[in-house]
C-alpha cells in the first residue's frame, strides 16, 4: 500500500478521533447539571455562628487592573516595619467572617491585616460565583497587595480551607516571588490529595462529570464554556435563611473554582511557599489534618505545623490559640528573606 493510500486513511481516523472527543466532552457536560439546593451532612458552622460578630469593620474599595471596585476590611496601623498580612476567606464566605481572627492577629502581632471579599463572593458583587478568567484571584491579590504595600514592608499571604489553596497557588504563580511568609489553616490542596476527604466532608458537591468535560474542552483552548456551575456548597438552612445568609455564595463556575486551588501539579506550588504555618484542627470534617505534613514536608521543609486538639474544620478560625500561633509566627518571621 503506497502513501498516497494510507494518508486519507490516517486522515479520517484523525477526524473521527477528534468528533469522539469532542462528543464525549460535550456528553459529559450536558450530562450534569446543577440541583436547586444541596442536602444532607454537611460541617458543623456552630463554632462560625457562634462566634461572628454582628458589624465586622466596614469595607473599603479598591481598584483592579481591568477597573472592577472591590472590597477589603482593614486592620492594624499600617506600620511599615511591621508585615502586612493579606487573609483570604474560604469557599462560600467572605472576609467579614473572620473579622474577629484579623482583630486579633493584628492586636496581637501589631501587624497589618486585610481582608478581601474574592471577587464574585461577599454583600453585593457584581457576578456572584463567577470571574472572567482563571489566574484573576492572583491578579486581584497582587493588585491589592501594591495598593497597599509600604516600600519594603514585609508580605504574608495566609488564608483558611480553600482560601489556604489559593495561597498555595499563588506561591506557584506569577507574583510567588513577592511572597516573604504564608499562614495556612486546614488548606485545600486538591480534590485527589490524600488530606482531601470525600466531599470535603459533605460540604461540597462537584459536578465531577461537567467538570471532566470542560477540562477536556479546555485542554484544546475551548473556554467559552468556563462560565458554566461546576461545583456547590451545602450550607446549612440556618445560615442560609440567617442575617448574613445573602452574602453567602452557593455555587461556582467552572473557572473561578479551578482558580480557586493549587494547579493540577499541587506539590509544585507547595515547593514554592516560603516559610510558612499551617494550622488545622484534629477533628477537621472537611481534610485528614494529620496528613498535611508527612504530604508537604518531603517538598518543602520551610513549614511549621500544629494541630489543634478539640476543633473542627470552621472552628479552627475562632480559637484563642490560632491568634496566637500566629502572632507568633509573624513575629519571628525573618526580615529578610
Do not use: C
Not at 472527543?21 to 456528553?27: K, M
Not at 451532612?41 to 463554632?47: A, M, N, P, Q, V
Not at 498555595?168 to 476527604?197: E, I, Q
Request: proline letters at 7%; hydrophobic letters at 40%.
Amino acid at each position: 500500500m503506497s502513501v498516497s493510500d494510507v494518508l486519507p486513511i490516517v486522515l479520517r481516523v484523525a477526524v473521527i478521533s477528534v468528533i469522539i472527543y469532542f462528543l464525549i466532552a460535550f456528553g459529559l457536560i450536558l450530562s450534569q447539571s446543577p440541583t436547586e439546593s444541596v442536602s444532607g451532612e454537611t460541617i458543623d458552622f456552630s463554632g462560625q455562628t457562634a462566634n461572628a460578630r454582628p458589624e465586622p469593620a466596614p469595607l473599603q474599595t479598591y481598584q483592579a487592573r481591568d477597573g472592577a471596585t472591590l472590597g477589603y476590611r482593614h486592620y492594624g496601623s499600617g506600620n511599615a516595619d511591621a508585615p502586612l498580612l493579606i487573609f483570604i476567606h474560604g469557599s462560600g464566605w467572605h472576609g467579614g467572617a473572620y473579622d474577629g481572627l484579623a482583630r486579633a492577629i493584628a492586636g496581637k502581632a501589631g501587624v497589618e491585616v486585610a481582608l478581601p471579599d474574592l471577587r464574585g463572593h461577599g454583600p453585593d458583587p457584581q457576578t456572584r460565583g463567577d470571574i472572567g478568567h482563571i489566574g484573576q484571584f492572583e491578579e486581584d491579590i497582587a493588585d491589592l497587595a501594591a495598593s497597599l504595600r509600604k516600600p519594603g514592608q514585609q508580605l504574608v499571604l495566609g488564608g483558611h480551607s480553600s482560601g489556604g489553596g489559593l495561597v498555595v497557588r499563588y506561591a506557584g504563580g506569577d507574583y510567588g516571588s513577592t511572597l516573604d511568609g504564608a499562614v495556612l489553616l486546614a488548606p485545600f490542596l486538591k480534590y485527589n490529595a490524600p488530606t482531601t476527604r470525600p466531599n470535603s466532608g459533605g460540604w461540597a458537591r462537584p459536578l465531577t462529570r461537567r467538570i471532566i468535560g470542560l477540562t477536556m474542552l479546555n485542554a484544546v483552548g475551548i473556554t467559552a464554556l468556563n462560565g458554566l456551575t461546576a461545583i456547590q456548597f451545602n450550607f446549612p438552612a440556618e445560615v442560609l435563611n440567617g442575617p448574613d445568609g445573602a452574602t453567602a455564595t452557593a455555587s461556582y463556575s467552572f473557572r473561578l473554582n479551578t482558580a480557586y486551588a493549587p494547579r493540577n501539579d499541587y506539590l509544585a506550588d507547595i515547593a514554592a511557599l516560603p516559610p510558612f504555618l499551617l494550622l488545622a484542627g484534629e477533628d477537621d470534617e472537611s481534610f485528614v489534618a494529620s496528613g498535611y505534613e508527612p504530604l508537604m514536608k518531603p517538598v518543602n521543609p520551610n513549614g511549621q505545623y500544629r494541630l489543634l486538639d478539640g476543633q473542627s474544620h470552621l472552628g479552627v478560625i475562632s480559637d484563642e490559640r490560632t491568634a496566637d500561633l500566629i502572632a507568633g509566627f509573624l513575629k519571628d518571621l525573618p526580615r529578610s528573606r
